[in-house]
């Protein structure tokens, strides 16, 4: 075998493999596609290119019966706010980490870091009891607050990871031209590090959409529900098994979220790469 | 011009003056400021003559004493005792309270030992000849030392209610009889000390969950992101080939699974492996090898197998990303020196690439291990940790967590719950503090 042939094989083989790859990722991607077009419920009669093309399921969730798009709005709204407050106080507190002294400033972020690997199902109970005391009790205040909590921890040390980049001589050099705290960390900070404060916003819009635990706890009426708490119920319901149904109003919210990720994976790669590893 | 007597007269009051204030200054005494501050927050303070900032202490005590003490005092009651009147007293609202008692006491207490710190440094300062600032200057002082913390604050108030409180909540439980027999308002909850440890340890049902849950969560966490990360690194090594053509598009093919919420992809996966009517029994398994297809969710060794290979799906993209990104930045010239040596292609991948890559991601792998650990969702959502394995009363796939999901939402068993979380979360901090510490040790090296 000479060395060309050699040569052609291995690409041959390479691109063998990716083939391989590509139709095992995309098997459960079509197929969850056309469910969402088969007509009925039931996973029985379903099948990969539906033999009865139809959107009833598309028709439904827009109908008058259906909670789709009051869940869709809910869940925008706990996402848009926690997108907006965990970008306003992790800089804070990056800020502070980043660049001043104070009591805990060594290790208090680790210490966070640390505590928050302890499971949360423990410590949904007490929330649970406490956000009824405050009568937070199935409201999107009360989930928002605690994603902002929860956040904080590891989105401080990602931001004041990339804030210790940013050479300090350019601080000081507002401070000299007579800039305060406030402004060197709003006309200095915040413009250098707009990267990062992207890649935060994009993990914490996204974190909560398909989060369906901390909601079904938080949550009880039906119109209070988050989309992944709606559509889980869609299939986990005893007596409605839909889940073609559950596949349509997927689709829905999926298909936006994947082209988002897919434009923007460079920035989130680079962004975690970069706070994490010079944290 | 002045006279020499003048000029001498002048010297002498000066110096008058001088051994006066000297004398007062003698007099402030740092133990006085102390003690009053101890008495009550603020009085030593006023005694240094920082009169805004005692005023301020006072304020806050007397507040503490009128709203909150009676309230705390009866948290710590409860906390001690979880209640005394059965059907009355409600233990788990009485622990709450405790709790939040607890941390209110302990910021006091904080504020407390800072006031009398505080005072007993000022006075130091006046003693040894410190002149008190105006009021501006003294309070952009201050707002120059406060600073780090009032930008803190609010992260750190929200942190204390949504991190601190419910883990102490949790910690606490652990030590408590609270389960489904024991919970309120019917029953009164108590401490037990460390019989639900003596228990998970020597009562054969719980002993025999425990370890055979405990050894899959090892064997999950172990192969599952190995072969994730295996797969991710391999795909990607592969893919940078350089005679590989679409190279944009295959890797935006190769990220999909990471793209697509994994909540919904699981339970399409959960539908496709049904033994029944899923796809891949149906349309696979049936077709090619004939029989009744693979019993993928009521046997434990095949549930195992499916869920493995769903979180390689689900995994192995993010690893690829990441690895694309370090490969382009791993210089050529090495390639080019290691094929002067005639170094294999598997050669080159051990000593220059694996490296390389390894230097780079190694604290985000190591995260990848650990976030498997506590993978819920994957378990959960499959089959809900199931099948049912007798003996036990956790399911064939049930790792740690899921299990803890069990005791808690099903079996109500709160207190066992507890116990298993303090355990988990024992090994995955413990694990994670040791890497941190390493990477910060090795950082600081390198920065020397």
Redesign the interface.
């Given at each position: 075998m000479n060395r060309k042939t050699k040569n052609r094989l291995e690409v041959l083989a390479i691109y063998f493999i990716i083939g391989i790859v590509a139709v095992l990722i995309f098997y459960p991607l079509v197929w969850t596609v056309g469910m969402s077009f088969n007509q009925g419920t039931s996973l029985y009669s379903s099948t990969l290119i539906p033999e009865n093309f139809s959107l009833e399921h598309y028709r439904w969730l827009f109908s008058e019966d259906s909670d789709y798009l009051l869940w869709y709005k809910n869940s925008m709204i706990v996402s848009v706010a926690n997108a907006i407050g965990s970008v306003v106080l992790t800089s804070l507190v990056a800020y502070a980490f980043s660049r001043y002294k104070f009591v805990g400033r060594k290790n208090g972020l680790y210490v966070f870091l640390l505590l928050q690997m302890f499971p949360v199902m423990m410590a949904m109970v007490a929330l649970y009891i406490f956000l009824n005391m405050l009568g937070l009790l199935d409201t999107l205040t009360g989930l928002i607050l605690i994603y902002l909590g929860g956040q904080i921890p590891f989105n401080a040390w990602l931001v004041k990871g990339y804030f210790d980049t940013i050479p300090r001589e350019l601080d000081e050099a507002a401070r000299i031209d007579g800039a305060g705290h406030l402004r060197v960390f709003w006309s200095v900070m915040l413009p250098l590090a707009k990267p990062i404060l992207a890649v935060v916003a994009l993990f914490n819009f996204m974190a909560p959409l398909f989060d369906f635990l901390l909601p079904t706890i938080v949550l009880s009426s039906e119109e209070n529900y988050t989309l992944a708490v709606g559509l889980y119920n869609f299939i986990n319901d005893q007596f409605a098994n839909n889940f073609t149904r559950f596949a349509a109003g997927s689709m829905l919210i999926a298909v936006p979220i994947a082209a988002v990720y897919l434009f923007l994976q460079r920035y989130l790669i680079s962004g975690l790469a970069s706070g994490g590893t010079k944290g | 011009m002045a006279t020499p007597a003048k000029k001498k007269s002048d010297e002498n009051i000066e110096q008058k003056n001088t051994s006066k204030r000297k004398r007062k200054q003698k007099q402030h005494n740092p133990n006085v400021a102390m003690v009053l501050s101890i008495l009550f927050a603020g009085l030593g303070q006023l005694y240094n003559r920082r009169f805004l900032k005692g005023s301020i202490f006072i304020i806050i005590e007397t507040a503490f004493l009128i709203v909150f003490l009676e309230s705390i005092n009866y948290g710590l009651w409860g906390l001690r005792t979880l209640g005394t009147i059965q059907g009355t007293d409600h233990s788990?609202?009485l622990l709450?309270l405790g709790?939040?008692s607890l941390i209110v006491t302990i910021i006091v207490i904080t504020l407390y030992v800072f006031n009398v710190i505080d005072a007993r440094k000022q006075a130091k300062k006046i003693q040894n000849g410190w002149k008190p600032m105006n009021l501006r200057d003294s309070l952009s002082a201050f707002?120059?030392y406060a600073?780090?913390?009032i930008?803190?604050f609010?992260?750190?108030l929200?942190?204390i209610?949504?991190?601190?409180?419910?883990?102490l909540?949790?910690v606490l439980?652990a030590f408590t009889n609270y389960d489904l027999y024991n919970s309120p308002p019917r029953n009164l909850v108590d401490w037990v000390g460390f019989d639900n440890f003596t228990n998970l340890i020597t009562v054969p049902i719980w002993q025999d969950t425990f370890l055979s849950v405990f050894s899959w969560t090892i064997v999950w966490t172990v192969v599952a992101t190995t072969l994730q990360i295996a797969l991710g690194i391999f795909?990607a090594v592969?893919?940078n080939?350089e005679?590989?053509k679409f190279k944009k598009l295959?890797r935006?093919?190769?990220?999909?699974?990471?793209?697509?919420?994994?909540?919904?992809?699981i339970?399409?996966?959960s539908?496709?492996f049904?033994d029944d009517?899923?796809?891949i029994n149906r349309?696979i398994i049936v077709p090619m090898f004939g029989g009744d297809g693979i019993a993928w969710l009521s046997d434990p060794m095949y549930s195992r197998i499916a869920i493995v290979l769903i979180q390689t799906?689900l995994g192995f993209p993010f690893i690829f990303?990441?690895i694309t990104?370090v490969l382009q930045s791993i210089s050529k010239d090495w390639y080019e020196a290691a094929d002067i040596d005639g170094a294999s292609r598997f050669q080159k991948f051990r000593n220059i690439t694996f490296p390389h890559v390894m230097f780079?991601?190694a604290?985000?792998m190591i995260m990848q291990y650990?976030s498997n650990f506590?993978n819920?969702n994957v378990i959960y959502l499959f089959n809900e940790g199931g099948p049912p394995v007798r003996g036990q009363n956790a399911g064939g796939t049930d790792i740690?967590?899921s299990w803890?999901?069990k005791l808690?939402?099903d079996t109500n068993n709160?207190s066992m719950?507890?116990v298993i979380?303090?355990i988990?979360?024992l090994i995955?901090?413990g694990f994670?503090?040791y890497q941190?510490r390493r990477t910060r040790s090795f950082k600081e090296e390198g920065e020397i």
């Open positions: - | 788990i609202r709450v709790v939040l707002y120059d600073f780090p913390y930008m803190t609010p992260g750190l929200l942190m209610f949504v991190v601190i409180f419910p883990l909540f949790s439980l795909l592969l893919v080939d005679r590989v295959i935006t093919i190769l990220i999909l699974p990471w793209a697509v919420p994994a909540f919904v992809t339970l399409v996966f539908a496709m049904n009517f899923g796809a349309d799906w990303a990441l990104g780079a991601t604290p985000l650990a506590n819920f740690l967590i803890v999901y808690t939402f709160y719950a507890a979380s303090i988990m979360g995955v901090s994670a503090f941190f």
